[in-house]
């Protein structure tokens, strides 16, 4: 489907099934309308060779619909102009991936990185960052120890700017990121770098700006969106009436194929797909379900296992629905999903001003909860929805006089530790790691000037990031299947919990939840645990008052624990 390359030329197939007429127009044939026609091969496809037509030439298709005509960009084009321009010709066989055999990590080691495109760094008068922008911020990502980046969308949008959930031309890297060749380049740098890259996918609706398919062939009903989208309520969203209609097949296979290429062509790890509710339910909450929508990612996951067996298909569902990974008859057949039982309870416990509201219960409850595996689910105290339309990051809404002092410092820093240390896939947002105050904004690039301010801060994820994918050889419980809740304690707020693997690696983690400083006993395993990593230490920040936290000998089943103010204390077996 789409433009194909052909020896010596590109052939076209395009699916209009009311369409009288197709004809294909572009550079190779002076955009002359009766050059080119398309033969109607049954099941309203379309189908016409053009010799001598080149990569990187534009081209539309010109539709009839009775007496009426209408140029439309191809919606299978790699590439385009821009968004209400011109699709151009491409050819994916002709990048050298130059022997590109990357592994990505398997769901246990992996910590990924949240980025949007645009924002990620300044580029002073000449508009939103790129692809390439990105490329020179590699070596640092490498530096915190991340091994996986997520790319929000770079599907091509309307306008400049955008956080990507409007794709107007699903299959077409966004020009004003670079393109397809920037973004194939970037895959091949990350993964050079050790860095798997996921790409941000949004199935649940299209556009609704500058969308070529609205309409595509000039049929739909009730005034909707003609052959690629529901046209009953059924299309309804909160984006617009632009919901795929997942009961056509050809509408399915354009998906299926959509997610086929980021993996296959552009060598991605993964795939995040957008606000998955909006694909199996008519409001995304409850009442009506969209079976079609279910049947759509259990297509993609099992495509993904099939296909892809190292790489992961993620759901941003939010729902607490355990079929979202359930790879059953009933399942969707996920990886993972965004999981609302983690941030929520925790956010809530880190903005809460008064300790005494500080609800342990739940915190310990949003580490030990899981779907089916230790590892399905991905954890975060800060995404792009979380600090964005109202919500700010960890540090504003603590002290938003004071993002900068010692209790935003301390209770953000204790949010990073309790998203490296359970189980889950861990995943931070850009800037996280030095302190980030600005909400997000696609027009508001990171404060980098922040990195070197805070760079002790950073250290201090760095160190995190490093002890839970086992760098120094002595922490491979953090990534370990097993989770034991050693101590809930809602009077002095202290909490600690014991990861393990099954042949017998072990971290105990105590998380203290309140402003002083606390000891106390508890009923540990284990005869000598060693302190491996102190949040409170001065290293860290000038603030932090480098509380001596020693070594936990178990005396008779039990151990003293004794942690700094607002701290997170990880031990070893001595």
């Given at each position: 489907m789409g433009a194909i390359p052909i020896e010596d030329g590109y052939a076209f197939?395009?699916?209009?099934?009311?369409?009288?007429?197709?004809?294909?127009?572009?550079?190779?044939?002076?955009?002359?309308?009766?050059?080119?026609?398309?033969?109607?091969?049954?099941?309203?496809?379309?189908?016409?060779?053009?010799?001598?037509?080149?990569?990187?030439?534009e081209y539309q298709y010109l539709l009839g619909n009775g007496e009426d005509t209408f140029l439309r960009i191809d919606p299978r084009a790699l590439a385009v102009t821009h968004s209400v321009g011109n699709g151009l010709l491409y050819d994916h066989s002709a990048f050298d991936w130059d022997g590109d055999d990357f592994t990505?990590?398997?769901?246990?080691?992996?910590?990924?990185?949240?980025?949007?495109?645009?924002?990620?760094?300044?580029?002073?008068?000449?508009?939103?960052?790129?692809?390439?922008?990105?490329?020179?911020?590699?070596?640092y990502l490498v530096g915190l120890g991340v091994n996986a980046i997520e790319l929000m969308p770079l599907m091509e949008f309307a306008g400049d700017y955008s956080w990507g959930y409007n794709p107007a031309h699903v299959f077409a890297v966004a020009h004003t990121y670079g393109g397809p060749e920037a973004l194939k380049n970037f895959v091949k740098e990350a993964h050079k770098r050790g860095l798997a890259v996921i790409i941000d996918v949004?199935?649940?609706?299209?556009?609704?700006?500058?969308?070529?398919?609205?309409?595509?062939?000039?049929?739909?009903?009730?005034?909707?969106?003609?052959?690629?989208?529901?046209?009953?309520?059924?299309?309804?969203?909160?984006?617009?009436?632009?919901?795929?209609?997942?009961?056509?097949?050809?509408?399915?296979?354009?998906?299926?194929d959509n997610a086929r290429m980021w993996?296959?062509?552009?060598?991605?790890?993964?795939?995040?797909?957008?606000?998955?509710?909006?694909?199996?339910?008519?409001?995304?909450?409850?009442?009506?379900?969209?079976?079609?929508?279910?049947?759509?990612?259990?297509?993609i996951g099992d495509m993904v296992r099939a296909e892809f067996p190292r790489?992961?298909?993620?759901?941003?569902?939010?729902?607490?629905?355990?079929?979202?990974?359930s790879v059953e008859p009933e399942g969707a057949a996920m990886h993972a999903q965004w999981d609302n039982q983690f941030v929520h309870p925790v956010r809530e416990a880190l903005i809460v001003a008064d300790d005494a509201h500080r609800s342990v219960a739940?915190?310990?409850?949003?580490?030990?909860?899981?779907?089916?595996?230790?590892?399905?689910?991905?954890?975060?105290?800060e995404s792009h929805d979380e600090v964005a339309n109202g919500q700010a990051r960890i540090t504003s809404e603590v002290d938003g006089d004071d993002p900068g002092g010692w209790t935003a410092q301390k209770r953000a820093t204790l949010g990073a530790a309790l998203v490296?240390?359970?189980?889950?896939?861990?995943?931070?947002?850009?800037?996280?790691?030095?302190?980030?105050?600005?909400w997000f904004r696609d027009t508001v690039p990171l404060d980098w000037e922040r990195a070197w301010a805070f760079r002790d801060i950073t250290q201090m994820f760095r160190d995190l990031i490093l002890l839970r994918r086992n760098a120094g050889g002595d922490t491979r419980g953090l990534a370990g299947e097993h989770t034991t809740l050693v101590l809930a304690d809602e009077e002095v707020k202290v909490l600690a919990y014991v990861r393990s693997t099954g042949d017998g690696h072990h971290v105990l983690v105590a998380v203290?939840?309140?402003?002083?400083?606390?000891?106390?006993?508890?009923?540990?395993?284990?005869?000598?645990?060693?302190?491996?990593?102190?949040?409170?230490?001065?290293?860290?920040?000038?603030?932090?008052?480098?509380?001596?936290?020693?070594?936990?000998?178990?005396?008779?089943?039990?151990?003293?624990?004794?942690?700094?103010?607002?701290?997170?204390?990880?031990?070893?077996?001595?």
């Amino acid at each position: 489907m789409g433009a194909i390359p052909i020896e010596d030329g590109y052939a076209f197939r395009v699916w209009a099934p009311h369409a009288t007429a197709v004809r294909v127009v572009g550079d190779f044939n002076g955009w002359d309308h009766e050059a080119h026609t398309l033969s109607a091969e049954g099941d309203g496809h379309w189908y016409a060779e053009v010799p001598g037509a080149q990569m990187w030439q534009e081209y539309q298709y010109l539709l009839g619909n009775g007496e009426d005509t209408f140029l439309r960009i191809d919606p299978r084009a790699l590439a385009v102009t821009h968004s209400v321009g011109n699709g151009l010709l491409y050819d994916h066989s002709a990048f050298d991936w130059d022997g590109d055999d990357f592994t990505p990590p398997h769901q246990h080691e992996m910590v990924v990185y949240e980025t949007h495109i645009g924002s990620f760094v300044d580029t002073p008068g000449s508009g939103p960052a790129d692809l390439h922008d990105l490329v020179g911020k590699l070596d640092y990502l490498v530096g915190l120890g991340v091994n996986a980046i997520e790319l929000m969308p770079l599907m091509e949008f309307a306008g400049d700017y955008s956080w990507g959930y409007n794709p107007a031309h699903v299959f077409a890297v966004a020009h004003t990121y670079g393109g397809p060749e920037a973004l194939k380049n970037f895959v091949k740098e990350a993964h050079k770098r050790g860095l798997a890259v996921i790409i941000d996918v949004v199935y649940n609706h299209f556009g609704p700006s500058d969308l070529s398919l609205w309409q595509f062939d000039g049929w739909s009903e009730n005034d909707k969106g003609g052959i690629y989208f529901y046209n009953d309520h059924r299309s309804a969203t909160p984006w617009g009436q632009t919901r795929p209609d997942y009961g056509r097949r050809e509408v399915r296979d354009f998906i299926l194929d959509n997610a086929r290429m980021w993996l296959r062509d552009y060598h991605a790890d993964g795939l995040r797909l957008d606000m998955t509710p909006y694909m199996r339910r008519v409001n995304g909450t409850d009442g009506e379900d969209i079976p079609e929508g279910w049947q759509m990612m259990r297509l993609i996951g099992d495509m993904v296992r099939a296909e892809f067996p190292r790489h992961v298909v993620i759901a941003e569902d939010l729902h607490n629905v355990p079929e979202v990974t359930s790879v059953e008859p009933e399942g969707a057949a996920m990886h993972a999903q965004w999981d609302n039982q983690f941030v929520h309870p925790v956010r809530e416990a880190l903005i809460v001003a008064d300790d005494a509201h500080r609800s342990v219960a739940a915190v310990a409850q949003a580490i030990i909860h899981e779907y089916h595996q230790p590892f399905d689910r991905v954890i975060y105290t800060e995404s792009h929805d979380e600090v964005a339309n109202g919500q700010a990051r960890i540090t504003s809404e603590v002290d938003g006089d004071d993002p900068g002092g010692w209790t935003a410092q301390k209770r953000a820093t204790l949010g990073a530790a309790l998203v490296l240390t359970s189980p889950g896939i861990p995943m931070l947002f850009q800037g996280q790691e030095f302190l980030e105050d600005e909400w997000f904004r696609d027009t508001v690039p990171l404060d980098w000037e922040r990195a070197w301010a805070f760079r002790d801060i950073t250290q201090m994820f760095r160190d995190l990031i490093l002890l839970r994918r086992n760098a120094g050889g002595d922490t491979r419980g953090l990534a370990g299947e097993h989770t034991t809740l050693v101590l809930a304690d809602e009077e002095v707020k202290v909490l600690a919990y014991v990861r393990s693997t099954g042949d017998g690696h072990h971290v105990l983690v105590a998380v203290n939840l309140s402003a002083t400083s606390v000891q106390r006993r508890v009923e540990l395993p284990g005869r000598h645990w060693r302190v491996r990593f102190n949040s409170d230490a001065r290293a860290y920040s000038q603030l932090f008052g480098d509380h001596a936290t020693s070594d936990v000998v178990v005396q008779d089943g039990m151990g003293l624990l004794d942690l700094g103010p607002y701290s997170a204390v990880l031990y070893v077996p001595a």
